[in-house]
């Protein structure tokens, strides 16, 4: 089945610092979300981003469909973007996502 | 805006015991899905489902797991014997179409 890998597995970051966090996966996809799951465990939906870029506030995200990787941009962090990012990937369209191991961030004030 | 909802939040259950939790998914979604999160692990897809039938499931989703859409609102997934490994974050998600499913809160299952 696809592959997904997110990096860094671990980023601490100081608060108003930016940061970049990657995922890559090893088959072509229909699907691509980005996912914050907070310290409730809870999974918020930060973007649906199969190819192109977008935009939501201090955050956004770019996916290469043909080179198999996408990027999460934050800038300008808080603490409260404490939590851990999912990349999710479905080859069809399916909504049969396959997660990443995700990438633990740490904003400290 | 709309959500998925999830009851409960928090379920403690004996080992051997059947669960049901409980989603009510967004109301114009037509496709609805189950996944799974161990403590600590990935993010598993369990099982989805459209037009009252399951059209995909995993592995995982094995003869004690089953799910229904009851009424018009819910969707749930019910687990016959609950066991040990069973203990994880079920989360249920809904998407308008086969693309861009939203999440729930999940519901933390604790077998003991």
């Known amino acids: 089945g696809i592959q997904v890998e997110q990096s860094p597995p671990d980023l601490i970051l100081q608060e108003g610092a930016n940061s970049t966090l990657r995922c890559n996966f090893s088959?072509?996809?229909?699907?691509l979300q980005w996912f914050h799951q907070n310290p409730w465990g809870q999974l918020i939906n930060l973007f649906y981003?199969?190819?192109g870029t977008k935009q939501n506030g201090r955050l956004s995200a770019t996916t290469v469909a043909t080179e198999r990787y996408s990027l999460l941009y934050i800038s300008s962090s808080q603490t409260t973007d404490s939590g851990v990012y999912f990349c999710?990937?479905?080859?069809?369209?399916?909504?049969?996502?396959?997660f990443g191991a995700g990438t633990i961030l740490r904003v400290k004030s | 805006e709309p959500e998925v909802t999830q009851t409960p939040s928090h379920q403690v259950t004996q080992m051997g015991q059947e669960v049901i939790l409980r989603c009510v998914p967004i109301?114009?979604?037509?496709?609805f899905y189950w996944y799974r999160q161990i403590l600590g692990q990935k993010v598993e897809f369990l099982v989805s489902?459209?037009?009252?039938?399951?059209?995909?499931k995993s592995e995982i989703f094995d003869d004690q797991f089953s799910v229904e859409r009851p009424d018009g609102s819910n969707f749930t997934l019910k687990i016959r014997s609950t066991k040990l490994e069973d203990s994880a974050m079920y989360f249920c998600?809904?998407?308008?179409?086969?693309?861009?499913?939203?999440f729930g809160q999940g519901t933390r299952l604790t077998v003991v």
């Open positions: 999710a990937v479905d080859r069809e369209n399916g909504n049969k996502l396959v």
């Open positions: 088959d072509s996809v229909n699907n």
């Open positions: 981003i199969p190819s």
């Open positions: 109301s114009n979604h037509l496709y």
């Open positions: 489902f459209y037009n009252n039938e399951i059209s995909e």
């Open positions: 998600a809904s998407a308008r179409q086969a693309i861009e499913a939203f």
